[in-house]
């Protein structure tokens, strides 16, 4: 049996004796490159023990140090290339470009999420310049091994066009100051049981108030924005209920700023070309 069915049979086997956790009991703090070097050397014992923590005993990682703090450069002048552009919205369809939409309290009733956020999405078939390879290889050098942990191996999906059905998305986020939030929700876990996201702010100099948190009981959240730094990631099984607190609240929304906390998600969407396609779930009624 090779490495990625090992990893893939063990998370089945999980997932058969034990529901999927629904809060967080700990969020632990590891430094990539030591997952990096287990999944390199093929060390099923240290991978099988991250993954029951992460599913039995529910608890997140901090994964610090998983991407460059160069990256942020790139993501900030990826974002002001594409400001120049209209905000549009495209279905993931074959051709679907690369887009940027401005998500504010109208636009969000129309998502499965409800967010107040400008996001800048990226496709594998439109890498073509220095700036977008620049995003890609930063954050797969990452990514690859996220998608290992989870029982997918390193390049599945990567070069998969929306009419295979489920295909690889970026999304560079920044949830403005002036009340940027993403509200309670769980990720669904068909097609990645690992959620991923790299940081690229720092409370305290981007941003004062607000943040990522996870839910540790349904009355109560674990704000774990203070522990983060640029180029940390957060994984975590994805039925665990998380969100993001309002980007301080008391300031003035622009949209055309900098000012709030940014970040870099990875997702194995299904495309539109699937029926029935499953997507995130709000667990607040503030959307249909």
């Known amino acids: 049996m090779n490495f990625n069915h090992t990893i893939q049979s063990y998370w089945s086997y999980?997932?058969?004796?034990?529901?999927p956790p629904r809060y967080v009991t700990k969020v632990n703090t590891l430094d990539f490159l030591t997952l990096k070097?287990?999944?390199?050397?093929?060390?099923?014992?240290?991978?099988?023990?991250?993954?029951?923590?992460?599913?039995?005993?529910?608890?997140?990682?901090?994964?610090k140090n998983s991407a460059p703090k160069k990256l942020k450069k790139t993501v900030l002048d990826l974002a002001n290339k594409y400001k120049k552009k209209k905000s549009s919205f495209h279905k993931m369809h074959?051709?679907?470009?690369n887009f940027h939409r401005v998500i504010d309290k109208k636009i969000t009733k129309k998502y499965s999420l409800y967010a107040i956020k400008h996001s800048f999405y990226f496709y594998n078939w439109n890498i073509r310049t220095k700036l977008e390879k620049d995003l890609k290889n930063g954050v797969y050098k990452h990514w690859r091994y996220i998608k290992s942990?989870?029982?997918?191996?390193k390049k599945?999906?990567?070069?998969?066009?929306?009419?295979?059905?489920?295909?690889?998305?970026?999304?560079?986020?920044?949830?403005?100051a002036g009340g940027g939030?993403?509200?309670?929700?769980?990720?669904?876990?068909?097609?990645?049981?690992?959620?991923?996201?790299?940081?690229?702010?720092?409370?305290?100099?981007d941003f004062q108030k607000g943040g990522f948190y996870f839910r540790s009981s349904k009355s109560n959240k674990l704000n774990i924005e203070e522990r983060l730094d640029e180029g940390d990631a957060v994984i975590f099984y994805g039925s665990i209920a998380h969100g993001v607190d309002k980007v301080d609240p008391k300031e003035k929304l622009i949209w055309n700023s900098e000012k709030g906390r940014w970040f870099i998600g990875m997702f194995v969407n299904d495309s539109d070309h699937v029926q029935n396609r499953i997507t995130a779930k709000d667990l607040t009624g503030s959307v249909k």
């Open 156 to 176: 599945r999906f990567e070069e998969n066009i929306p009419s295979d059905g489920q295909i690889d998305r970026l999304q560079i986020v920044r949830y403005p």
């Open 181 to 205: 939030e993403l509200r309670d929700h769980v990720d669904p876990r068909k097609n990645q049981r690992i959620v991923s996201g790299i940081i690229m702010s720092k409370l305290g100099e």
């Open 94 to 97: 074959d051709g679907c470009p």
């Open 149 to 153: 942990l989870a029982g997918n191996g």
């Open 14 to 19: 999980l997932e058969r004796k034990n529901h």
């Open 37 to 63: 070097k287990a999944i390199d050397n093929k060390d099923i014992s240290f991978v099988k023990k991250i993954i029951r923590r992460m599913y039995v005993n529910k608890e997140a990682f901090i994964l």
